[in-house]
């Protein structure tokens, strides 16, 4: 799975490293007690504090704390018990304050790892450098207007958790599979939605490429806010093979902000180095640092779920799957507690298949979640059962599904309302046999003069007769003795 670039005189490797705001899920902002819904009114969720009012202090939010420390604890990393709070000053007209609190050399988080799930079933690590706190900034409205620009606080002082990984990742691939998995944990510890369509989840993309074989580090450009997993691996991708065109051409990368067009599939810059800001970062003097002690550490990891990477080694273990089939099923929480619903008492491969295979395979056709799925862990149970003990075929309960997805009912009703038991009486599937025999007399007549391949012909024609409810082992049995000479 590795991903090189072959230019005319080397073969190149990317180099990337990934940065995210990820908005904390808290009813207030990190300073203020305004709230954080969602698609409010303009400027309908503002304090003064927020809005930067001269003389306002900042309180800082305790919630938004315990909700870092648990991504910490979930990244596996270092809680630091001492960190502090910083101003990292610029201007814009949606930063009232003029400066945004930030951490900066004492981060309230440290070095973590994530573990990568590659499609292929392999695993990778990618280091976690540091996790801060951080306000958000105010949103800027152009486009409402032909003159006139619009503020709307509502986000302003918003808390965002920055994750920096190291970089360590090689491909868009890995890229994509690092904010899958980074996503997946903090939807299952309940510290941001993920929801990368509605900005609480925004990436920029550290990118770097060196002949394959270096271990130098060269000049990187950072692809800003890119708001879908797709997005960032295509942007990647454009950016690597970019640098690769200028250097081959005897060039320089110059370190860069870029954006990312996705309708034009390319990055375009947005600021140089030159116009890079000072940000004259310094301890901000309205807060005191934040200190914690080891119990306090404690008692939040004593109320974390079982992430996805252990639910992952215990369904491997405990239902004997692949890792791909108990990657893929730990992704979402509620997709893995369906599953578990499915497989209790049960074959656990055979509900995997049903759930990746036939399950998933609907919800994606209809674009909706597991939560509204209209077949019911318990219904797709039944549907199982139906199977293991005989009452249909595999194939019966493939067009059973079909009907339960469409109508959400019961199997057992619908097997029953439709009348498509299984046939296990020797006497009609005899019945179903001689009929296709006598039809068939010329192959009959092959069949007996050797030509075997036949066997699984007349077993359709029977299938058919039968509307595809005769038993199939009886079905094969009887066939053969009928058609023996
Ligand atoms: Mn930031």
């Given at each position: 799975?590795?991903?090189?670039?072959k230019g005319e005189?080397?073969?190149?490797e990317?180099?990337?490293?990934l940065e995210v705001h990820?908005?904390v899920i808290?009813?207030?902002?990190?300073?203020s007690?305004a709230?954080?819904?969602f698609?409010a009114?303009?400027?309908s969720?503002v304090?003064?504090?927020d809005?930067g009012?001269?003389?306002?202090?900042?309180?800082?939010?305790?919630?938004?704390v315990?909700?870092a420390?648990?991504t910490?604890?979930?990244?596996?990393?270092?809680?630091?018990k001492?960190?502090?709070?910083?101003?990292?000053?610029?201007?814009?007209?949606?930063?009232?304050?003029?400066?945004?609190i930030s951490?900066f050399e004492?981060?309230?988080?440290?070095?973590?790892?994530?573990?990568?799930?590659?499609?292929?079933g392999?695993?990778?690590e990618?280091?976690?450098e540091?996790?801060h706190?951080?306000q958000d900034?105010?949103?800027?409205?152009?486009?409402?207007?032909?003159?006139?620009?619009?503020i709307?606080?509502?986000?302003?002082?918003?808390?965002?958790?920055?994750?920096?990984?190291n970089?360590d990742m090689r491909?868009?691939d890995e890229?994509?599979?690092y904010l899958?998995?980074?996503?997946s944990?903090?939807?299952?510890?309940g510290?941001?939605?993920g929801?990368m369509d509605?900005?609480s989840m925004?990436?920029?993309?550290?990118?770097?490429?060196?002949?394959?074989?270096?271990?130098?580090l060269r000049?990187r450009?950072e692809?800003k806010?890119v708001n879908s997993v797709?997005?960032?691996?295509?942007?990647?991708?454009?950016?690597a093979?970019?640098h690769?065109?200028?250097?081959?051409?005897g060039g320089d990368?110059?370190q860069?902000?870029?954006?990312?067009?996705?309708?034009k599939?390319?990055?375009?810059?947005?600021?140089s180095k030159e116009?890079?800001h000072?940000y004259?970062?310094?301890?901000?003097?309205?807060?005191?640092?934040?200190?914690f002690?080891?119990?306090y550490?404690?008692?939040?990891?004593?109320?974390?779920?079982?992430l996805?990477?252990e639910k992952?080694?215990?369904f491997?273990?405990?239902y004997?799957?692949?890792?791909?089939?108990?990657g893929v099923?730990?992704?979402?929480?509620?997709?893995?507690?369906?599953?578990e619903?499915?497989?209790k008492?049960r074959?656990?491969?055979?509900?995997?298949?049903?759930?990746i295979?036939?399950l998933f395979g609907?919800?994606?056709k209809k674009?909706?979640?597991?939560?509204d799925s209209?077949?019911?862990?318990a219904?797709l149970?039944k549907?199982?059962?139906?199977?293991s003990?005989?009452?249909?075929?595999?194939?019966?309960?493939k067009d059973?599904?079909?009907v339960?997805?469409?109508?959400?009912?019961?199997?057992?009703f619908?097997?029953d309302?439709?009348?498509l038991?299984q046939?296990?009486?020797?006497?009609?599937?005899?019945?179903a046999i001689?009929?296709v025999?006598a039809?068939?007399?010329?192959?009959?007549?092959e069949?007996?003069?050797?030509?075997?391949?036949l066997?699984?012909?007349?077993v359709?024609q029977?299938?058919?007769q039968?509307?595809?409810?005769?038993?199939?082992?009886?079905l094969n049995?009887?066939?053969?003795?009928?058609?023996?000479?």
């Open positions: 799975m590795t991903f090189l670039i005189t080397e073969t190149w990317v180099v990337i490293g990820a908005q808290s009813n207030a902002k990190l300073f007690g709230p954080t819904d698609g009114e303009p400027n969720q304090s003064f504090v809005a009012m001269p003389g306002m202090l900042p309180v800082i939010n305790e919630v938004a315990e909700q420390v648990r910490g604890l979930g990244l596996k990393a270092q809680i630091n001492r960190s502090v709070f910083a101003r990292k000053n610029y201007f814009y007209a949606d930063l009232p304050q003029g400066y945004q951490q004492l981060p309230i988080v440290g070095e973590g790892t994530i573990i990568l799930d590659m499609s292929d392999t695993s990778r990618v280091g976690i540091r996790l706190l951080e900034a105010g949103k800027s409205i152009h486009d409402l207007h032909p003159s006139k620009s619009f709307d606080l509502n986000r302003s002082g918003v808390t965002l958790m920055e994750i920096v990984s970089p491909s868009p890229a994509g599979a899958r998995k980074l996503r944990i903090v939807r299952y510890l510290t941001c939605d929801n509605e900005g925004r990436c920029d993309a550290n990118v770097s490429v060196r002949p394959v074989g270096s271990t130098e000049t450009c692809v806010n797709r997005f960032v691996m295509q942007a990647i991708e454009h950016e093979r970019r690769v065109d200028i250097y081959e051409s990368i110059q860069e902000t870029r954006l990312y067009d996705p309708n599939g390319e990055t375009r810059q947005m600021r116009f890079a000072d004259r970062y310094f301890p901000d003097p309205d807060l005191l640092p934040l200190v002690d080891d119990d550490v404690e008692s939040i990891k004593a109320t974390l779920p079982e996805p990477d992952k080694e215990r491997m273990s405990d004997d799957l692949t890792a791909y089939d108990a099923l730990v992704v979402e929480k509620e997709t893995s507690a369906y599953y619903d499915v497989a008492g074959d656990p491969k055979a509900a995997a298949n049903w759930v295979t036939n609907a919800l994606n674009g909706i979640s597991i939560t209209p077949v019911s862990a219904n149970g549907l199982i059962d139906l199977i003990d005989d009452t249909i075929s595999g194939r019966i309960a059973v599904f079909e339960m997805v469409e109508e959400g009912e019961d199997p057992e619908i097997v309302e439709r009348g038991k046939i296990r009486d020797t006497g009609s599937i005899e019945a001689e009929q025999m039809d068939n007399s010329d192959k009959v007549e069949y007996r003069g050797g030509k075997d391949k066997l699984g012909w007349f359709g029977v299938m058919k039968t509307g595809g409810k005769a038993n199939p082992g009886m049995e009887l066939l053969r003795k009928k058609l023996s000479p």
